[in-house]
């Protein structure tokens, strides 16, 4: 552990403004988490909704103002970066959300999508960059005959491809996911979380998975970190929180998902 | 044809045809127009304030030009207002809007308060004075309107971009690193562009309305080019002995104007646009 971690998280507090000149302070919707991701490692941030998960994350993502603690980005002081050093530093993180059909620009092609972080960052448009952006696309799993089509014409689990692969366009040391695969329909969910573990295996990557359901996670986890109205209430390696899960509400976002007899999917049981 | 009936209803496609006609005889005057040259401008004094006739359909002026020519060439002029207002208040008021809604906080307020100051005022009033300020002329006039005109798209584009721009695809253009600019222009504008062409297309009629105003109180193009207000305010001296000088040009700003305004409900209907006072 000599190594400076991926992304080191300390007493972030979020707290949300109160409304009018009285009002009282909210309270926080995050309130003082602290986590380690290691470089290679993935972990889970699980909660309800509500349980200030999105928040953690918008906050990584500085799309929202943090109220007090730091995060430390591949030991860059990430909370200060300030306009261009920041765009730049975007860089180093890849991010899919939820519905991919929102986060694809309706109006532009699947290769003009992919493009649009290369350019952002630089790099000249050209025959390089069209090989690039294909290499992209199949190692998502989709051929090139797909990059002059536009998101619309493209299935959930398609259009999740192809946001995985914007994602990955600039080689960001991690990956941060929000709730990646709850648009879509299970087995395309099964494949998308194959690919994922794919990806991780070949390009070595950090991942940091936020999600509401466990057991989506539980399997492609090496820590968790399980969130409640704005407390972390557990932390730490996933086997030891799925096999004794030292909360009672933890225990009980594993009893969800109906229909399988198992707590946790066995990545062996997923269709390839 | 019939699907274009179905979505505009009659009125909408009878006001429609009115305004395409309209555009076609705007291009074609001079083929269009019985005594071309009159309708430039040349006098043909022999001919003064005939009434309508076999020869002169229309009548003629104080000056024995045919009043059908002159309105066929002031086709030309009252579209090219209204089509240069609308695009010179675009062009002001989008990347107002545009910079108001996407930046937000201080931005936003500094624009959209020093927009307000231009809606304070009565519209028609504004570009009075404006024009009055400026002098007479073409340009001038369309500066005028434009000035009355600009804030309206301002506000449009402001509120359309503040829901877009929390839309995920732009947050992830921004989470990729792509520039404020680049975002705006790639991402944001082309979706105003439906919601805005459609406002522009149907303010092209109040603006041409608004800038007729003008030239009748004298604050617009100068004789001898045809401009309908302007021919409204001449003919007010041969009033009503004359009738139809001030008439047939009033008559047809009013078609005109009423076809837009047509036209304009028809698509509101249709597309469930905003509802808003013209000028």
Redesign the interface.
């Known amino acids: 552990m000599s190594e400076a971690p991926m992304l080191e998280v300390q007493d972030l507090v979020i707290r949300y403004r109160g409304r009018g000149l009285f009002a009282a302070r909210p309270k926080p919707a995050v309130n003082g988490a602290s986590f380690r991701l290691a470089k290679g490692e993935t972990l889970g941030i699980v909660g309800e909704s509500g349980s200030g998960k999105t928040s953690l994350l918008r906050a990584i993502l500085r799309l929202l103002p943090v109220e007090s603690g730091s995060v430390q980005l591949d030991g860059q002081d990430w909370l200060t970066l300030k306009r261009d050093a920041l765009r730049r530093a975007r860089q180093k993180l890849g991010v899919v959300s939820q519905n991919p059909f929102l986060s694809l620009s309706p109006r532009l092609t699947i290769a003009e999508i992919l493009a649009e972080p290369l350019l952002a960052q630089g790099q000249r448009s050209g025959p390089d960059m069209q090989k690039k952006i294909a290499g992209l696309l199949s190692d998502c799993g989709l051929p090139a005959d797909f990059l002059q089509r536009r998101a619309r014409e493209l299935s959930g689990g398609q259009a999740q491809r192809v946001a995985i692969a914007r994602a990955l366009a600039l080689e960001p040391g991690l990956m941060i996911f929000d709730e990646p695969t709850s648009a879509l329909d299970v087995s395309v969910q099964a494949q998308i979380l194959n690919l994922l573990a794919d990806l991780k295996e070949s390009r070595g990557l950090s991942m940091l998975f936020v999600t509401h359901n466990l057991k989506v996670v539980a399997h492609i986890s090496d820590s968790l970190l399980v969130m409640r109205r704005g407390d972390v209430i557990e932390y730490g390696r996933t086997e030891e929180i799925v096999r004794a899960p030292a909360q009672e509400y933890t225990r009980e976002l594993l009893s969800f998902g109906r229909g399988t007899e198992h707590p946790v999917i066995h990545k062996t049981a997923l269709p390839t | 044809m019939t699907r274009l009936v179905q979505r505009l209803g009659w009125p909408g496609t009878i006001a429609l045809v009115v305004i395409l006609l309209l555009v076609l005889v705007a291009v074609l005057a001079p083929w269009v127009a019985p005594y071309p040259q009159q309708g430039v401008g040349v006098p043909n004094v022999a001919a003064k304030l005939s009434s309508p006739s076999a020869q002169y359909w229309l009548g003629t002026d104080h000056l024995g030009r045919d009043m059908l020519s002159r309105i066929i060439y002031g086709t030309r002029i009252s579209l090219t207002n209204g089509v240069l207002i609308v695009a010179f208040s675009l062009l002001i008021g989008l990347p107002v809007g545009l910079a108001a809604g996407y930046f937000g906080g201080w931005i936003d307020e500094a624009l959209m308060r020093g927009t307000d100051v231009f809606l304070a005022f009565p519209a028609l009033l504004l570009a009075v004075l404006m024009a009055a300020a400026l002098g007479p002329g073409f340009l001038n006039s369309i500066i005028a309107v434009s000035v009355t005109w600009w804030p309206w798209y301002a506000r449009l584009a402001r509120s359309e971009v503040l829901v877009l721009r929390n ?3 732009v ?9 404020h600019g ?1 975002i705006i222009i ?2 944001i504008l ?2 105003t562009g439906r919601p805005l062409t459609v406002q522009a297309a149907l303010d092209v009629g109040p603006a041409l309305l608004t800038a007729a105003a003008l030239s009748f109180l004298g604050l617009g193009v100068l004789p001898p080019t045809a401009d309908w207000g302007q021919m409204v305010d001449a003919g007010r001296k041969f009033f009503p002995a004359r009738w139809w000088y001030s008439a047939t040009p009033g008559l047809t700003i009013f078609i005109v104007a009423l076809a837009f305004s047509v036209l304009g409900d028809a698509l509101r209907e249709r597309k469930g646009g905003t509802a808003r006072a013209s000028a």
Request: hydrophobic letters at 35%; aromatic letters at 6%; charged letters at 25%.
């Open positions: 839309q995920p695809y947050e992830a253009a921004r989470l990729a690193g792509v520039s680049r790639r991402h082309p979706a």
